[in-house]
């Protein structure tokens, strides 16, 4: 079913892809490859003699602040892996395997991460789970006992897999679902049912997504700088980088030590689900098939299922709710809810930090419309030309996702602190247009992503009858692809714009005055004082709705892009 | 495929099998009803499948025949009515305890599994001794050719390979019936020629009750030894290939399996017996029992040839011509009726030109009266 997709026109340009491969290897090379190379030969380097040398890593790990953060972020990744399988299980279950209404509400919850990033709802989940929180309030008024849930590394593990366990959600359903019907079938039809079947089939054949979903989330929470920074919670390596670097200076090894761990185990994670899923393609593409059978519930079943779902909803929206009540409330302390409720914070949200929207929408933008431009030529050099190492310009852009926000931007403050902008002759390094690149070269890979499905869905065939028909290379591409392709290049700009609009760890570290920042900053500003809460509150449900219409537009046009294919596409082709 | 795989020793099956129960079992299918929703999928079938019969469902897709495979195995809606193997109803009864064979279209080999754990696994559920499964699963790859195979795991195999492993798979539990979901459809044409042979051949050494759901007539007339032609949830016609072939039963029939002209018209007492007269005022022989009234008649385009005499010859003139390697298949115009002729290719002759006037003769009691 492939054959055809990946079926190349004959070429018969020369120059063009290589010119256009050969500006994106120059882009990627001096914003992503240098960068990092540069942070991890530093933490290979003597700081005095600039010699190779080891003496970093001693020094890392004799410090007994430096071996409890390396443990605490191994312990809060893993624990939160823990904890977000709990939560995904059950839902991916009921959703995949039972003919439930409520699988509507679970599988909108999968958009949760996208939408907001969990650092803006951390401080409402300190007053809503916190020692004096809301929950406890009542625990101690009605039971005299308190549960701890923010406490220290907890708060860091319960905000962090509330917030991604959709990622193990998304992919164990999905692997779920790819389980052809007749799989089950053909054991049922050999005697194997209920329990004995599930373990002996169902579960080896969902393993993949399961690793794939839950390494995805051991790193997003070991590399995450915003989330502990806003609870307080210091002893971590994302933050150890960051205080090193932003107090001791861009000289300081222990940044660069740091930076390579963290390295190290995106990496290792990547492995891992990699390993889980080599050759491993389960889904079936013979005819006949179909997806896994469901079945009905009966009553208690469904009231069950009812409970556990609404339980995990109202756990998973508590940020949300908490953050909405604090950008409304006047002062919350030491109460349930808010003494009273005011619409100030957001008036002060839009009045003193207009220039943080602002910078966003310009930054978030530019960086969403770089990537669909760099991953539109990438998507088309490595799907249609034959050009030589036409892989490893792919291979180069997605490997972006392995390099965390922080290890991107010490590498940028490196490499470019040096770097005299041309006019102005201001350091490279603190200029905004530096914060956009960061942003663009994280996001590519979800942009390069959206391009290569949208061109994938194009039929070779579509181009060689415009070329049949006359039309040149450039005049096809421009008539026929890009047209074809658009709604897959919105999504993509609209995924990057609305991911780059609320990072945090990169920006932290590239931000050089506070005109230049964007709202991801502004709200950890505004969070830092107990005063800023409110306002930095409205700020986060301000960035939530832009997030959010923005996420919600892009699923719509992804949808529609799908369902236009269908009625078209997979005529011809063959399976 | 050399050794019959059944076993010798005996073993505690969770089904209500009895021992001696892979003796061939009678498949009666009555009465029986199934809807997806608002669609009426099945619409009272009754069928009557001998002990050991090779028994194909014959129909294009949507005719309900690979959902009465599904019914018979256990899956999908609970249909009503009955159906009994060796006289015990299975409706309402759950997959895994009817112990009935079933090779999916796709397969359905575990792909987390190697050949021999997934041919292993039903013998698994049995609890039969790590032995004797041993024993039994080397037996069953041996039979569909496939033993030095067993530690690969599917995606390592061919179409064709997984097509038997499937196999293997299904009748080594020593199913009471083997039931084949369009085994060949996703083999090339070359394959299915050959599987199809050594399905049959499988079939008779193991003299299980086999049903064999295809949309292929050839597939079908080749290997089976009675077939039931399907559509609109409706069992057409049951008979024997060439019977069926012969004599269909209706328009549908007729034109399914194999070409057919399917002529309009009535029929006449004549002073030498009936005659069969299209709208075009045509006369065509037809049987000579033939009860006057408006009908259609069935006629094969080898039943028509060129060069008939001039007393009950037809002219026509020659529209155009199919070349089919054994014969040519020519679109005759008479009178404005198109009639599909065959005329066998013999080297060295080339093809009557479109134009050309011809005369055709109708071979007596060749022609088939059907119903409106």
Redesign the interface.
Known sequence: MTTAALRRPALNMSVGPYLAAGLVVLFLGAFLVVPVLKVIQVAFQDPATGGFTLVNFQDFFASTLFRQSFYNSVYVAGMSVVIASAIALPLAYFTTRFNFSGSVIIQTLAFVPLIMPPFIGAVAMQLLFGANGSVNLILRDYFGITIPFMKGLNGVIFVQSLHYFPFILINLSASLRNI?R??E?????????GV?MFR??VF??A?PGYIAGASLVFVKVFDDLGTPLLLNVNTMLAPQAYLRISSVGISDPMGYVISCILIVFSIFAMWVSFLGMR????S?T????GGL?RRDLTRREAVLCYIVVLMILALVLAPHLGLLLLSFGTVWSFGVLPDGFTVEHYETALTSAWGFIQNTLLYAGLAGLIDIIIGTAIAYLVLRTNIIGRKWLDYMAVSALAVPGVVLGIGYLRVFYGVEMPVTGQPLATWWGIIVIALAVRRLPYALRSCTAALQQISPALEEAAENLGASKLRTVRRVVVPLMVSGLVAGFVTSFATAAVELSATIMLVASEKDAPLAYGLYLFMQSAAGRGPGAALGIMAVIIVGLATYLSHRLVENARHNQATTANQGGGH | MNMPVKSVTTHESPQDVKPGAVEPVEIDIRNVSLSFGATEVLKGIDLKIEPGEFFAFLGPSGSGKSTLLRAIAGFGPTPKGQILLGGQDVVGMAPWKRNVGMVFQSYALWPHMSVARNVAFGLDERRVPKAETERRVKAALEMVGMSQYAERYPSQLSGGQQQRVALARTIVVEPRVLLLDEPLSNLDANLRVQMRQDLLKLQRRLGITTIFVTHDQEEANTICDRIAVMADGVVQQVGRPDDVYDTPANAFVASFLGTANVLEGSVRKEAGGSVFVLHSGIALPCAENASPGAGKLVLRPQSISFGGSSENGLKGTVMSAEFLGGMIRYAIDVAGQTLLVDEVHTRGHGRRKAGEQVSLKVRHQEGVLIGG
Request: no cysteine.
């Open positions: 052809d007749s799989m079938e053909a054991a049922q039809m050999l005697g194997s049912s004995r002996r089939i080896p054949l393993m050759g491993k393609d389960y079936t013979q005819k006949g098939g059978s």
